[in-house]
């Protein structure tokens, strides 16, 4: 690339020669040569109403897509507005790459109250994201976004951050080269993957677990899984792999039939997935039980470390290392996977209390009546229950910020971001009026974006899983009863149609109808 430009414009010329589409960004006088970039540029812009907005947007995007997202934020506020969203990035191991502008190198640190200014901008996202990295020399503008994007997305995946300095982003650039970024996926060991084959060799009643990390490993895990003959259970960020498989367990590791069924397994194999109690204690309860013998893959051998010790480890991307393995057992029978998967279903099912398999059984009816959506959910009682119990019918079909870091106020952006990496599937986004109230501006993107989401709330008015809480640790409700807005006014002011139901019957064919309609619609169920 050639032509005198400013490194703001230069980035996004950059950052379409490495594919990227869309930004989400909300300009500033600290970031404005980006856009004057953009204004060339065929990357489409997408302005959200907040900076939290940008960030869930990105993530909906990149979880979608597998690649980055990408956001354009202001210094100081705009930057620590994003921050939730890349926590939550960073708790669910999603791509993200947030561009930010910081102020003029020789104020660094000297705290002299300029517009914007932290004591440690660069410090404060380095304590949790991938990685911060501040430009200072305009020469090192390609080498440094290669790193930022190619850290993105090797090993376990995560939010990266890149700074540049006020001074930085004016000066004038002659030429710049794009230089390819290098994706960190280290083959899997031989040792290693002998020893893992020996294990699974000799197991009478294995059982593997899959979680986020093997969600582009679909076909490699089910011919794992058949070689194994073994049980597959699906973490919340799993959901969707060995879609309508017999071997499939879609529940939770955290209810009583999935724990038997992992107690009576004589090996434990672990893919993409790293045991934290938002999926395997969600109720906090210990009673996660001890693994026998445990066999773990994931790209993160600091992952590996920080779990269960196990006692085979194959650091490596889970569908290389799933491939090798099959290719090292034999034809597996006598093991009863299936009937051991179907009898944990079943008894999952059943397990569940009255109210909550209700809501199970709601969210497959609404799969049933919209099965090519994907459901984007924020943390509301319905998304918990789902969390549960939920078939997704493919991978990715099913995520929310949920588990992990747990963020209100995912949905609406991050169902945004979903609806438009793949514009070919409607995006139902499931969030509590409470949940909503954290991100309501954000409906006006949808309708300007022209997108199709139906945003179903769920209207318990205010924080009901909160107030349950609270009552069953005899405390008496205080701050859970936020009084949400009338609903038919908020999606007339936003541009968006409007359905509200009062019954599940008609909050499934207000759903099934506006998915059918197409564009941004807000369907409110009156609890």
Avoid at 74 to 87: C, D, F, Q, R, Y
Avoid at 103 to 117: D, I, W
Avoid at 152 to 172: K, Q
Avoid at 497 to 502: L, P, S, V
Wanted: with cysteine; net charge negative.
């Amino acid at each position: 690339m050639s032509g005198d430009m400013s490194v703001g414009e230069a980035l996004v010329h950059l950052l379409e020669a490495h594919g990227v589409e869309v930004v989400f960004g909300i300009p500033g006088v600290h970031t404005a040569e980006l856009y004057r970039g953009l204004a060339v540029s065929k990357i489409r812009h997408v302005t959200p109403r907040h900076e939290q907005g940008a960030g869930f947007m990105a993530d909906g995007y990149a979880r979608v897509t597998g690649r980055p997202g990408v956001c354009f934020v202001i210094t100081g506020p705009g930057l620590t507005n994003t921050v939730t969203a890349m926590a939550q990035a960073r708790a669910d191991s999603v791509p993200m790459l947030v561009v930010s502008g910081v102020n003029a190198r020789s104020s660094l640190g000297k705290g002299r109250g300029f517009l914007h200014e932290l004591p440690d901008q660069n410090g404060l996202i380095a304590s949790f994201a991938k990685a911060s990295f501040t430009l200072t020399d305009a020469r090192e503008l390609a080498a440094t976004l290669a790193r930022c994007l190619g850290l993105a997305v090797s090993g376990r995946p995560g939010p990266v951050h890149l700074e540049i300095p006020t001074d930085v982003m004016v000066e004038r650039m002659a030429t710049v080269d794009t230089i390819a970024f290098e994706v960190e996926r280290p083959p899997p060991d031989a040792a290693s993957l002998q020893s893992a084959a020996s294990l699974i060799k000799g197991a009478r009643a294995p059982v593997i677990l899959s979680g986020g990390g093997a969600v582009a490993a679909d076909r490699p895990l089910r011919l794992f899984a058949e070689r194994a003959d073994a049980p597959v259970v699906l973490t919340v960020n799993g959901r969707g792999l060995m879609a309508d498989h017999a071997l499939r367990v879609p529940a939770s590791p955290s209810l009583a039939p999935v724990r038997d069924l992992i107690a009576s397994s004589d090996l434990v194999v672990a893919v993409g997935t790293e045991f934290g109690p938002t999926d395997y204690d969600m109720y906090a309860d210990g009673g996660f039980p001890k693994l026998r013998q445990l066999v773990r893959i994931d790209i993160s051998e600091a992952q590996i470390n920080a779990g269960p010790p196990p006692d085979a480890a194959i650091v490596a991307d889970s569908a290389a290392a799933l491939t090798a393995l099959s290719k090292m057992l034999p034809e597996a029978g006598g093991r009863d996977g299936a009937d051991r998967a179907a009898a944990t279903r079943r008894a999952a099912m059943a397990g569940l209390d009255a109210g909550i398999a209700g809501q199970v059984a709601l969210l497959h009816r609404l799969q049933r009546v919209v099965p090519q959506a994907r459901f984007v959910g924020d943390s509301t009682q319905l998304v918990y229950a789902g969390n549960l119990y939920f078939d997704a019918l493919r991978p990715g079909q099913w995520f929310n910020s949920a588990t992990g870091y747990g963020s209100l106020g995912y949905v609406p952006p991050g169902a945004i971001g979903a609806a438009i990496a793949d514009p070919s599937a409607p995006v139902v986004a499931i969030v509590g009026d409470g949940g909503l109230q954290f991100s309501l501006a954000e409906l006006g993107v949808a309708a300007e974006e022209g997108l199709d989401v139906v945003f179903l709330v769920w209207n318990n008015h205010g924080y009901r899983e909160i107030e349950s809480f609270m009552l069953d640790a005899a405390i008496t409700p205080v701050g859970v009863k936020p009084a949400p807005p009338e609903m038919s006014w908020i999606a007339k002011a936003y541009g968006l149609g409007f359905r509200r139901a009062e019954d599940e019957a008609q909050l499934i064919d207000s759903v099934a109808a506006c998915a059918r309609k197409g564009g941004a619609h807000l369907v409110e169920y009156a609890l």
